[in-house]
């Protein structure tokens, strides 16, 4: 697969068939998170794919209740906003996103497999996420769709004892990725044009170019 093609067309896939993922490509998957860049070449990461339905079956639960915190606090006052004026534009894409993340949280125990990362005395995430990156565009080169999601973070405790990690080895939580077979097609992301969001030396100063349209696929 081109690097661009995966670049541009790896985003959150959170509806995907239960199918299983084979072993030869998870294997990939994480042979490509090991790859990646290590501050000092520390390598400071565990991984732990999980796939029994029995522990699903226990972090579903955690799972659904972190995304009712979610939208009650963090998210509120843009759901509310959303909900008083459905048909704004802004609206209709807080109430998609909305719509999809709880997709997740309600078939949670469906998901095949999935990847929690941890870093160890790294709060920063400065090795760890470019490692959990390559495994989604890695798993995007198998045709497997991802979801970085993080909210556990509002339960953290219940799910470290569920994946039992060492309490007294400095393990902190990165994120959890789901991966599946998905449902949907692949395609580029909406997202605000990179010149509008970016500068040049400078705070506030242009950053010498525009990118009206995504410069991939190549016209």
């Known amino acids: 697969?081109?690097?661009?093609?995966?670049?541009?067309?790896?985003?959150?896939m959170r509806r995907v068939k239960p199918d299983p993922i084979p072993l030869d490509v998870q294997a990939k998957i994480l042979d490509a998170?090991?790859?990646?860049?290590?501050?000092?070449?520390?390598q400071n990461w565990k991984f732990m794919l999980v796939?029994?339905?029995?522990?699903?079956g226990a972090l579903g639960p955690i799972y659904r209740e972190c995304m009712s915190m979610l939208w009650a606090t963090i998210y509120k006052d843009r759901i509310d906003q959303a909900a008083a004026s459905p048909e704004d534009p802004e609206s209709v894409q807080m109430?998609?996103?909305?719509?999809?993340?709880?997709?997740?949280?309600?078939?949670?125990?469906?998901?095949p497999l999935m990847l929690f990362s941890f870093a160890q005395h790294d709060p920063s995430g400065g090795s760890i996420y470019p490692a959990t990156w390559?495994?989604?565009?890695?798993?995007?080169?198998?045709g497997v769709g991802s979801a970085l999601t993080s909210v556990f973070f509002f339960q953290l405790d219940r799910v470290l004892e569920i994946l039992r990690v060492p309490k007294d080895e400095g393990w902190l939580f990165s994120?959890?990725?789901?991966?599946?077979?998905?449902?949907?097609?692949?395609?580029v992301a909406p997202r605000t044009p990179a010149h509008e969001v970016s500068y040049r030396n400078g705070w506030g100063n242009p950053v010498g170019f525009e990118i009206p349209e995504p410069l991939w696929p190549t016209r």
């Open 134 to 142: 390559s495994a989604m565009l890695a798993a995007r080169a198998e």
């Open 95 to 111: 109430l998609k996103i909305q719509r999809s993340a709880q997709h997740l949280a309600d078939e949670f125990e469906a998901y």
């Open 51 to 56: 796939d029994d339905k029995a522990m699903l």
């Open 1 to 12: 697969m081109d690097i661009y093609e995966a670049l541009y067309t790896t985003r959150a």
């Open 175 to 187: 994120s959890c990725t789901t991966f599946g077979y998905p449902t949907g097609r692949w395609g």
């Open 33 to 42: 998170a090991v790859r990646a860049p290590s501050g000092g070449n520390g």
